[in-house]
């Protein structure tokens, strides 16, 4: 009759080596080592995802890319106020420019905040480049090199832009990114000089 013995089988009847305490008391310990991973991991996942912290260093500049918005229970879009426009204060319809562009950005009747937080009678600006009139209500703006966002309350930027025409399109968004539509949408076209 065989007989396993931990790592060889034994072929004759009582010739396993005899218990080995300490042996068996580290596979224990090697164990626990896992069990306790598992237990961790789920530690670590079972939160409600509503947890907030706060940050001692008030100079720090918040996240405010995509992915860091949370978009479990997303409220509404808020509403655009009567009158609020946004408007390129520098560049016409038109006008003739050298790369680099400076482009300062304005509006009136909403304010301008940072991303990251739904704010009503607020927002943030973005700048499409050459991607079309504007970007419909309610969708959040792509980031990409033709959609260009200005989450942290920004008025000016600096655009290097190729030399022929371009159409420069200044979008409004709230606090998560998401267009306020044609609304809160002004367009120039721009002829950059070689």
Request: with cysteine; charged share 20%.
């Amino acid at each position: 009759m065989d007989y396993f013995c931990g790592e060889k089988i034994r072929y004759k009847l009582n010739t396993c080596p005899p218990f080995n305490p300490k042996k068996y008391s580290i596979m224990k310990k090697l164990l626990i080592i896992p069990a306790v991973l598992v237990f961790g991991l789920i530690s670590c996942h079972s939160g409600t995802g509503n947890e907030t912290t706060t940050s001692a260093d008030s100079t720090a500049i918040p996240d405010t890319s995509h992915s860091a918005m949370n978009m479990n229970a997303v409220e509404a879009l808020p509403a655009i106020p009567a009158g609020a426009k946004v408007f390129f204060e520098n560049l016409k319809d038109g006008q003739t420019v050298s790369s680099p562009v400076k482009v300062k950005m304005g509006a009136s009747g909403i304010s301008i905040d940072s991303a990251g937080a739904i704010k009503s009678n607020s927002g943030h600006f973005h700048i499409l480049i050459d991607a079309g009139d504007s970007t419909a209500s309610g969708v959040v703006v792509p980031k990409d090199s033709t959609h260009l966002h200005f989450g942290n309350a920004q008025k000016e930027a600096t655009l290097t832009l190729t030399p022929g025409k371009h159409k420069l399109v200044l979008q409004f968004a709230d606090g998560i990114h998401r267009s306020y539509g044609s609304k809160l949408a002004s367009a120039v076209t721009v002829v950059v000089k070689k």
